[in-house]
């Protein structure tokens, strides 16, 4: 199982950047899919989530009309574009799946992407 994030930098406020994060291993259009980001001396906050079958996508109070999540479960591939960034927005971010059965919770995470928008 994988999860390889990509798209961070180091950017300017008001700029956009958009990250990726492409599963490997594991039946990704059955899971929930979640970017969450962490500032260290920080709690891992979840940005924005989007869900399996319906597609619902739910943010955080702080970036909602400036970030969108999407995925592609062709691609096994989801998204998180990032308008207007801000200094505020600066963190590791990372990308989450999950899927509740009956029986179990399997979450998986991947590696994390840095993400610093400084002027």
């Known amino acids: 199982v994988q999860l390889v994030e990509s798209g961070g930098g180091l950017v300017q406020p008001g700029v956009s950047l958009r990250l990726s994060c492409v599963a490997s291993g594991f039946a990704f259009s059955n899971y929930d899919m979640t970017w969450y980001r962490q500032d260290p001396g920080k709690e891992r906050e979840l940005v924005a989530t989007i869900t399996s079958p319906s597609g619902t996508t739910d943010y955080t109070a702080s970036v909602k009309g400036r970030f969108t999540i999407s995925r592609d479960n062709a691609k096994k591939a989801v998204y998180l574009q990032m308008d207007s960034l801000k200094p505020e927005d600066t963190a590791v971010y990372y990308c989450?799946?999950?899927?509740?059965?009956?029986?179990?919770?399997?979450?998986?995470w991947g590696q994390g992407t840095q993400v610093t928008v400084s002027s």
């Open positions: 989450n799946a999950r899927r509740t059965s009956a029986l179990r919770q399997y979450v998986y």
